[in-house]
Every structure is written in C-alpha cells, then in structure tokens.
C-alpha cells in the first residue's frame, strides 16, 4: 500500500532532550515535506526537500533540523525542544516539486514539549 | 506575502443541509487550489483541486468547489452532509509557477454535523 509513515505518533519530552521524528514514503516520491499544524493557524512548512541531498527552509525553520540521505526518508530533528514546539506535525511527499503534484500526508505526530 | 483565509471556523449542521465553507486567498498571480479534509484522527486527504480550466470542479464525496477568480475565492460546497462529513476541512493555495510546490494553508475549519 502506497503511504507516507511517521513515528513515533504520540511523543512527550521535556525542555531540551533531543529528539527524533521519522518520515518514510514508499511511492518513490523526490519531494518531501515537513509542516505542523496549530490551531487557528493551519498547517505551516518548516522544511522540504527536492531530492536526495537537497533541502530548504519553509516558513517557520527555527528550532528545526531535517537530512535527506535516502529517497524515501526524511527525518525532522529537534535538537533542544521547547514548549513552542508542542504541535501536531505532518510529513508529505510528492512525485516531484513544483504545483501541479498532490502532496500525500502522513498519519501524524503529536508532539507535547513541557 | 500570500494568504489563505477560511472565514467560518466552526460550522454545525444537522444531516441534510447543505454546506458552504469560505476560502479566500491574497495573491494577484496564477494560483492552484486545494481543498483538504482531516477526519477526526487521521491524516490530511484531498478533497478536491483546480488547476485550469471548468472553473466548477468537483471532487470525492459528493463535494464541489467554485473557482471565482475576480474574488480570489475557492468556497467548498456540498448539496447534503452526512454525519460522516464531520471533519476538519482546509483551503489550500499553491502559486502556479511555485517549483518548490508549497502549500499556504488556511486556519481550517471544523464541521460538526449532528445526526
């Protein structure tokens, strides 16, 4: 089945433990996503990638950390969390960049920093 | 800067009715348009999109959306919610000549339909 995984689903930490959330997509896409969702605002894009090797900034990077080493994975790390990071956070992934491609969605993390 | 706005942010409708959610978007270039639906739980899944063209398109579900470039509006609509429609639904707006494909998101909008 084609689909984008994530884990871990639930996560609470504390103020500055580093942590680690995965990504993995099965259906070969290059483009990758990273956003999370809060109330009253949506979802934001903290980073992308185009590809293996490639990545960038989206609109809200700071305190966020992603590799691309593999196709198919795309971790977000969090090098010392803070309560402003407790968010609900979701991967994408696309055949390719650019905005005529379906972005498909991960199940989600919700993520609690105290 | 481009943005999306969902002016209803929480709708509840008994089965039957019909529903209009408000998405409008600030960006004076050629935009693609998205409509996404989160059911309670679950992950993001697309509704429906428009790219060009029957500015009228319909997606799955039953649902539809109007494209009405001269009040930059893209309003998800359907004839007749089931309970099963209770979800939280997102506008979503990427700019057309976007080689990076990022999706500007509005604030979402819960719908509660009572049975």
């Known amino acids: 089945e084609a689909q984008v995984t994530q884990n871990p689903r639930y996560l609470i930490t504390v103020t500055g433990k580093k942590l680690t959330v995965t990504c993995s997509q099965n259906?070969?896409?290059?483009?990758m996503s990273w956003y999370r969702q809060d109330p009253g605002l949506g979802l934001r894009q903290i980073y992308y990638s185009m590809n293996v090797e490639v990545t960038d900034k989206g609109d809200v990077p700071e305190g966020y950390k992603v590799s691309r080493k593999e196709k198919r994975n795309f971790p977000l790390i969090l090098e010392s969390p803070s309560p402003n990071q407790t968010s609900l956070y979701f991967c994408?992934?696309?055949?390719?960049?650019?905005?005529?491609?379906?972005?498909?969605f991960g199940p989600g993390t919700r993520l609690t920093v105290l | 800067a481009q943005s999306v706005s969902q002016h209803n942010h929480h709708v509840i409708l008994s089965e039957a009715a019909s529903l209009e959610l408000g998405c409008n978007y600030s960006y004076g270039g050629t935009v693609n348009l998205f409509w996404y639906v989160q059911y309670p739980g679950q992950h993001l899944q697309l509704l429906l999109k428009y790219f060009s063209g029957d500015p009228l398109v319909k997606g799955i579900k039953g649902f539809e959306a109007e494209f009405i470039k001269s009040k930059f509006s893209f309003n998800l609509r359907k004839p007749s919610v089931q309970w099963s429609d209770t979800a939280e639904y997102f506008c979503a707006v990427v700019r057309s000549s976007s080689n990076t494909g990022k999706l500007i998101f509005g604030q979402g909008t819960t719908l509660q339909v009572k049975p």
């Open positions: 994408a992934s696309s055949t390719a960049g650019g905005s005529y491609n379906e972005q498909f």
């Open positions: 259906m070969n896409h290059e483009y």
